[in-house]
């Protein structure tokens, strides 16, 4: 089970990224994909969980309505769009993976229930 995240750079505030989440090794209808990140001197927090059907999408409070997440069962990709970017998005992101079942609707938000975790990709939002 491996997991890549790329897609993260530099951008102006009021910006957009994408961050790709390459899975190898599994196929992505049996597992909960999460995003998550991680300020310098701040624990990592969730930002955002999608289920393994896709259907079922989980937000913190300060993502909503800025970000959203996808993915692609043919290319075995999860991706976080993120617009209207601000500084205080700023963080390491990585993406993790929980097997939950053949296409359920179950999200997984926090980080301890994440056994498979990829590389972060670094996102600077500059004001």
């Known amino acids: 089970v491996q997991l890549q995240a790329c897609g993260g750079g530099l951008v102006q505030a009021g910006g957009s990224l994408r961050l790709s989440c390459v899975v190898s090794g599994f196929t992505l209808d049996y597992y909960a994909i999460g995003w998550f990140r991680q300020a310098p001197g701040k624990e990592r927090e969730g930002v955002s969980c999608?289920?393994?059907?896709?259907?079922?999408?989980h937000y913190t409070d300060s993502v909503k309505g800025r970000f959203t997440i996808s993915r692609d069962y043919l290319k075995n990709t999860v991706y976080l769009l993120m617009n209207s970017l601000e500084p205080e998005d700023t963080a390491v992101y990585y993406c993790a993976a929980r097997t939950t079942g053949f296409r359920t609707p179950m999200v997984i938000v926090t980080t301890d229930q994440y056994p498979y975790w990829g590389q972060g990709t670094q996102v600077t939002v500059s004001s």
């Open positions: 999608i289920s393994s059907n896709g259907r079922s999408k």
